[in-house]
């Protein structure tokens, strides 16, 4: 039993650092305050020609990306990682 539970907590431990780095990696990306700035002008650009006149500023531009971050990190882990990890355990 004692294997059992060594092999599962080896592989906990393997997904906790891929998806720390993959998250880690993408926080410095999703983070970064120049694409802050590209968001913030291409969402009010965008949002005018449709005629709304909405601007994301403060929490609720760390919000927006921050929401960005958590769906990026879930495709990522999920379609990126998964495939990589088989490839690699071949």
């Known amino acids: 039993m004692s294997k059992v539970l060594d092999q599962a907590a080896t592989l906990l431990n393997e997904k906790l650092v891929q998806i720390s780095l993959v998250g880690a990696i993408l926080f ?4 970064s305050p120049a694409l802050f700035d590209l968001v913030k002008g291409l969402l009010t650009k965008v949002l005018a020609v449709v005629g709304v006149d909405f ?5 609720k531009l760390v919000l927006f990306h921050s929401v960005v971050f958590g769906g990026l990190l879930y495709v990522s882990t999920k379609y990126l990682m998964g495939p990589v990890v088989k490839l690699f355990k071949k």
């Open 28 to 31: 410095y990306i999703v983070a």
């Open 55 to 59: 601007k994301l500023e403060g929490m």
